[in-house]
């Protein structure tokens, strides 16, 4: 029986508008790493239209998908590691926040083994996202949310800040690379 590759997993989270994407896509080339998007971009692009509590689950199904399709992409192509532009964990926490439901997800889901979470402070521009961005006013309120739900469950995490160069430097040292 042939050994499973060890995937390592960079899971990016902040508030909105905080370079996430860019970051994602920036780390998997410097790395080289397969990631996995967004889904509630993709499911806005669908509906066209913003996102409605009916939506959470489907959101949080098609984000795992995401995250598990990247997983599969490494270990097909053998790279170590795995970006993800936001998680599961991030749906849930929107969830409970802007609409109040508790979506069911289990904190070892999340957690994981071989895990880093990059936490993307607020400090460039907000930038609008049709459908989905609440506006900058909410940015610094769930980046401390964020930061809170991290250290409450014990998740070890890094903060990235600057412009996009920095950021990916700062992520790189993170990541040990």
Same mark, same amino acid.
């Given at each position: ?25 920036s780390l998997a080339d410097a790395l080289p790493a397969s990631w ?6 993709? #499911? ?97 309120? #769930? ?35």
């Open positions: 029986m042939v050994a499973q590759m060890e995937i390592r997993r960079c899971i990016l989270i902040g508030a909105e508008s905080t370079g996430k994407t860019e970051l994602a896509q996995s998007s967004e889904y509630v971009r993709t #499911f806005i692009e669908q509906v066209k239209r913003p996102v409605e509590v009916e939506d959470l689950n489907k959101i949080l199904a098609g984000q795992l998908a995401n995250e598990r399709t990247a997983i599969e992409t490494a270990r097909q192509r053998g790279l170590g590691w795995v970006v993800h532009d936001t998680n599961c964990w991030m749906t849930v926490l929107y969830a409970r926040e802007l609409y109040g439901v508790i979506l069911d997800l289990s904190l070892s889901h999340y957690q994981g083994d071989h895990c880093l979470y990059l936490l993307c402070e607020p400090d460039i521009p907000w930038s609008p996202d049709p459908g989905q961005r609440d506006g900058p006013a909410t940015r610094e309120r #769930f980046h401390l949310l964020f930061e809170t739900e991290l250290r409450l469950a014990g998740i070890p995490f890094a903060r990235i800040k600057g412009t996009g160069s920095e950021r990916l430097k700062s992520a790189l040292a993170a990541l040990g690379q």
